[in-house]
């Protein structure tokens, strides 16, 4: 019998941790193929500095409780793993971790780069003879990941940000007296446009909010905005702008960057330079609001269908390594889209791992300002449903783990590896 070994990875969302809960309740069914299901502390960390969580301690309720829990229950990191050739020295430690430890099964649950590193430790453990089984489950909110109809974390934000458009329509509209309000939104977004294309599923009549959305996809033309948004503000009083933190201009620059860390340019501030640019044309005073943390944390507000694809994400992972697969990630199969049926497919890591999937164009607007019927067809069945958290006191309950951690059985890491 083989031990098992889950961890997070990248920025979390609302429902992570309900694949958490698929993961670990789904291997508590298998305890007769499955001893211990460790966690990993903040992800590939915690495997490297050997700190080892032993989710089994856990109750049964606090366990079934990640499933409307927001955050990351272990931990997450972000950490871009080299090949085994490239890094002999990282694979040497991180297969000493798991030999100490018996572990047989590998869940690494994340984005992009995490696929890429399920994929490689799927590799490196055949070229060291190594009897691991290592399987993907897929976590983003930028639902960028290929292969998949969608991604879990992304119905729940896509709610979130839609309904935060609408209230603040409804806002904007009792005070559209006197000189026009401008309102714009920064929502995340480096490369894919899909949490800034969600907004829109809050546009069900004419003139509804928002009225302008801008996506990386589409290069920014400042004088198609400015004069979209001047003919928007005069007629109603106001104008609602959604802005993806990658937009960037006709040459390919991003509209507003903080500098680089490990290798990626550092996002912020793409609603404050378009804000600015409406000041400066338009003469207009603006309110600008970046929801950075609470898109991906609103679990008050997630998508029960999300929260279901999530959890069916953690079991469906488990069920494939009880098969023997390895290399794989569970995906998201469409069926139908009224009503909105689907199923979990394996699909291949080696072709999932920092591959995108960019909003298509037949999803975006003809101004290059919105979206279309295509993408609402798409979208609007991801948002469905309702799934709140039970609340004491007025406030939500949340999971609140020991993780107690295991003792350590291998010598101290050989050096430290940072986050980026």
Known sequence: MKNALYAQAGGVTAVINASAAGVIETARRHADRIGTVFAARHGIFGIWNEELIDTNVE?????????????GAF??????????????????????????????????NGGNGSMDTAWKLHLAAKALDYPLISIGVPKTIDND???????????????????????????????????????????????AGWIAAASALACEHMDDVP???????????????????????????????????????KEGRYLAERGKGGGYVQLGGAGLAVADLIRERLGFGYHLAIIDYLQRAGRHIAARIDVEQAYAAGAAAVEYAMQGLSGVMPAVERVSDTPYRWFMKPVPLEEVGHAERSVPREYIS?????????????????????DPPRFHKGLPVYAKLRCYTVARRCPPAPYEIASY
């Open 59 to 71: 109750s049964p309720e606090e366990i079934a409780l990640l499933r409307q829990t927001p955050g």
């Open 75 to 108: 931990g997450s990191c972000r950490y871009d793993v080299k090949s085994h050739e490239d890094d002999p020295g990282l694979y040497k430690r991180i297969f000493e971790v798991f030999a100490a430890h018996d572990i047989g099964y590998f869940f690494y």
């Open 211 to 249: 009225h302008v959305v801008l996506l990386p996809e589409v290069p920014f033309d400042p004088e198609l905005f400015i004069a979209k948004v001047q003919h928007v503000a005069q007629r109603l009083g106001y104008c609602a702008i959604v802005v993806s933190e990658g937009v960037r201009d």
């Open 145 to 191: 990941l290929v292969l998949t109809d969608c991604c879990p974390g992304y119905g729940s934000t896509a709610k979130y940000v839609a309904t935060a458009i609408r209230e603040v329509g409804l806002d904007l509209e009792a005070m559209a007296q006197g000189k026009p309000k401008i309102f714009l939104m920064e929502v995340m977004g480096r490369n």
């Open 366 to 386: 003809a101004d290059g300002m919105g979206v279309t019927e295509a993408f609402r067809r798409y979208a609007l069945p991801l948002i469905e449903g309702e």
